[in-house]
């Protein structure tokens, strides 16, 4: 299982630079983890930039895009470096397209001070917005226990019934909680879990992995519905835990 918690554009010093925004639709809108506040790029140019200042070199390993409206004819970079001269970035990755989340996984951190997304349109006369942007380290885990793992959907309309049973409803959005159980766990590994529940509590959104192969390879960007227990279901050379993962989807 992977997680993506430490946000490092989120940073009180980092500073953002776009290449056009839209004035209702400003760069800083994507370290707001309320993905329906986009950045969006004007509709005048075929070439659209983010660049990134984190203040000080950051130790980096994976990039994120979500809540974005690219297309498949775009051609993307995710790049770092360590000054904003991009013209030779240090680290130079095409992200692959994808309607969810557009994701670089690098297979060894790089520590630099600066990125750059970097988009290329198809359309020049046309916008580009992304919700929210992640640019961290990555943390690896042991995948869930399968035989465990649910998946609900929840509507947020509103329904009433009259006497005759006639639906009148008030139509919103749906999302998913997601239901995890983790066993035969150890000490260290439970508290690498621990620190990233007291790190985001049920008041920060990341982003999550269950697996990354096989059928469970969706990026999901989610809460925490509430904080686990941990409970010792053996010893070893050390205590053997198990406990459940609640999760909540951000839409």
Not at 130 to 146: H, Q, T
Not at 203 to 214: L, Y
Request: with cysteine; aromatic share 12%.
């Amino acid at each position: 299982m992977r997680f993506f918690y430490d946000n490092m554009i989120d940073g009180v010093n980092v500073v953002l630079t776009a290449s056009s925004e839209d004035a209702e639709y400003p760069v800083e809108n994507i370290q707001n983890q309320f993905i329906g506040k986009p950045w969006k790029s004007e509709d005048s140019n075929a070439h659209e930039y983010i660049i990134g200042d984190f203040g000080e070199a950051k130790e980096v390993q994976a990039g994120i895009l979500f809540a974005h409206d690219l297309k498949a004819g775009d051609t993307v970079k995710f790049q770092l470096n360590d000054s904003t001269d991009f013209s030779s970035p240090a680290v130079d990755e095409t992200m692959t397209h994808d309607e969810d989340a557009m994701v670089v996984v690098l297979d060894t951190p790089e520590t630099y001070r600066y990125w750059r997304i970097d988009i290329i349109k198809d359309n020049a006369a046309e916008t580009r917005e992304i919700g929210r942007v992640f640019i961290g380290p990555l943390m690896e885990a042991r995948d869930p226990d399968y035989d465990g793992y649910k998946v609900e959907d929840h509507d947020l309309s509103r329904v009433s019934e009259s006497v005759s049973k006639q639906r009148y409803s008030t139509v919103n959005g749906t999302y998913r909680t997601f239901m995890l159980k983790v066993s035969g766990v150890g000490t260290t590994e439970k508290d690498y879990y621990q620190a990233l529940a007291r790190e985001v509590g049920v008041h920060t959104a990341f982003f999550c992995q269950v697996t990354d192969d096989g059928e469970f390879t969706e990026y999901l960007y989610v809460y925490f519905n509430k904080l686990s227990g941990y409970n010792v279901e053996g010893k070893d050379s050390e205590s053997v835990w198990k406990f459940d993962l609640e999760l909540e989807e951000v839409t």
